[in-house]
T-cell receptor
Framework: AQSVTQPDIHITVSEGASLELRCNYS??????LFWYVQSPGQGLQLLLK??????LVQGIKGFEAEFKRSQSSFNLRKPSVHWSDAAEYFC??????????????FGKGTHLIIQP | DADVTQTPRNRITKTGKRIMLECSQT?????MYWYRQDPGLGLRLIYY???????NKGEISDGYSVSRQAQAKFSLSLESAIPNQTALYFC?????????????FGPGTRLLVL
């Protein structure tokens, strides 16, 4: 069975500092990988995804992530965080049945706090 | 207008009551999903549907049922609500014809079972 681990429950970063959120996955085939962000009281917004091709993917709001098959990782990075980046971040792996994607398996999330 | 809408946005009910959560989408996607979110647990898949005639259980389907009334509508029912079904419920959609099949989420329904 597939699984996603986000080792950091909370991360505190100073505004303007760089950010890296960790994600490790377990999946028997080439995964579809996603990062979503959830702002307080909001739904989930897709930041970026990987499903093939270049292992460094660019997303919205200045985020990027790198797929490393050898490490089973898909870490999210941002060179300089803004106060508006404070949110909950979820990594997810897409499952596949014979008919295609049959749901996402999510990590438990990382809560990002931005210090002034 | 939002592409994926959920009604109601908030609901309080009592143990043993039947409740239905509704999801509608204007994205024209064929696949729809229901998840629940609990603090510290992330999101977990309850049911998913590939089309009107194809309904599948997710990892936590016990105590829930679903109905796909049309391609654009997917409802989640709690036949007899219990307190541990208190959670934030999300509907999502995806397009099977798009590579990398992104799921798009609705705003969520916050349910409290007393």
């Amino acid at each position: 069975a597939q699984s996603v681990t986000q080792p950091d429950i909370h991360i505190t970063v100073s505004e303007g500092a760089s950010l890296e959120l960790r994600c490790n996955y377990s999946y028997g085939a080439t995964p579809y990988l996603f990062w979503y962000v959830q702002s307080p009281g909001q739904g989930l917004q897709l930041l970026l995804k990987y499903f093939s091709g270049d292992t460094l993917v660019q997303g919205i709001k200045g985020f990027e992530a790198e797929f490393k098959r050898s490490q089973s990782s898909f870490n999210l990075r941002k060179p300089s965080v803004h106060w508006s980046d404070a949110a909950e971040y979820f990594c997810a792996v897409g499952r596949h049945s014979g008919g295609g994607a049959d749901g996402l398996t999510f990590g438990k999330g990382t809560h990002l706090i931005i210090q002034p | 207008d939002a592409d994926v809408t959920q009604t109601p946005r908030n609901r309080i009910t009592k143990t043993g009551k039947r409740i239905m959560l509704e999801c509608s989408q204007t994205k024209g996607h064929d696949r729809m999903y229901w998840y629940r979110q609990d603090p510290g647990l992330g999101l977990r898949l309850i049911y998913y549907s590939f089309d009107v005639k194809d309904i599948n259980k997710g990892e936590i389907s016990d105590g829930y049922s679903v109905s796909r009334q049309a391609q654009a509508k997917f409802s989640l029912s709690l036949e007899s609500a219990i307190p541990n079904q208190t959670a934030l419920y999300f509907c999502a959609t995806s397009d099977s014809q798009r590579a990398g099949e992104t799921q798009y989420f609705g705003p969520g329904t916050r349910l409290l079972v007393l």
